[in-house]
């Protein structure tokens, strides 16, 4: 707490944090589900469009935390997904590396 009893920039980031954290790691949970239905073949175009939008939303509040690779990894990610994305193996391996990445940012992240 500040000297004049409003909370610290840092105090009010991480209190936001708590309240977003459940969140992010829902989305980092739909980016899982992704890759892994890219590895079996089963990822639909709406799926593949909601994740795409989910690293998008994860890019934005990622970097307000000063997860700056975590903004880096999440537009790897959106880019994937919301162009002409590849269908094979390597891909799916890909993104779902960047998302246990992320996963484990959001953990280490308190």
Not at 11 to 37: G, I, K, N, Y
Request: avoid cysteine; hydrophobic fraction near 45%; charged fraction near 25%.
């Amino acid at each position: 707490m500040e000297p004049s009893g409003q909370p610290s920039l840092a105090e009010a980031m991480d209190r936001l944090w708590v309240q977003f954290r459940p969140q992010l790691e829902e989305r980092v949970s739909t980016l899982e589900s992704a890759a892994a239905a890219l590895a079996q073949g089963t990822l639909v175009p709406t799926q593949r469009e909601h994740a795409s939008a989910v690293a998008h939303k994860l890019a934005g509040v990622l970097g307000t935390f000063g997860l700056d690779e975590g903004t880096s990894l999440a537009r790897e990610t959106e880019i994937a997904y919301s162009g002409d994305y590849h269908k094979d193996s390597a891909a799916a391996a890909r993104l779902f590396e960047i998302a246990s990445q992320l996963r484990a940012m959001l953990a280490v992240r308190k």
